[in-house]
């Protein structure tokens, strides 16, 4: 229904466009100016209403993608386990996976309480200019608060604000390019590690 609603409304655009371009090509002639000039500038405004920033929104994106975003480990689970001889055995996986939310449904940390060590973290924060949000996980040892893993991500759009769909779909990006599943397995393969054992 959703899907219909847009192709309706882009083709009315659409309709509406072309209307204008034909109006001020139209004008142009009447008037003895150059009806190519006419023509293309009011095509190009009337492109520019909807997409003036799509152009820079791909740019930032892939710009933060490449200077910001990846995975980071700071300790792998055989280091955390020397460094805490035996607690390893006595951790167990919390049930239902409570947590708790600081914050707001736009910026908002959310924090998983693995066992009664471990924490996975989940942080949004945006958005900045061009329509751009930041997404960090982390896996934190609570009682020390050292970062053990960090993950950082960039999407584009609404941020899924509240679950609506993407009015402006053309600006909407899941995350980087590149690595983003892999380093979501390798958060989720991380954690599950330090998760415990089911009670």
Known sequence: MIGLAYLLAFGL????????????IGHARKYGKSAKRWGWGAALVMYLIPFWD?????????????TQAGFWVYKTVDQWKAENPGVMETLVMNKGAPSIRQGDMVNYTDTYFLNQRINWLIKKTGPFLFNRWRWEESVVDSNTNEVLIRF????????????????????HSNGCVGGNAANHAQVYEYRKQLSGRTK
């Not at 799509?54 to 993608?65: K, L, S």
């Not at 950082?152 to 600006?171: A, K, Q």
């Open 152 to 171: 950082v991500d960039f999407s584009t759009g609404n941020g899924h604000i509240g679950g609506e769909p993407e009015l402006r779909f053309w600006l």
């Open 13 to 24: 655009y659409i309709l509406i466009s072309v209307v204008v371009v034909l109006c001020a």
């Open 54 to 66: 799509w152009i820079p929104t791909v740019v930032m994106h892939q710009y933060y993608c490449a």
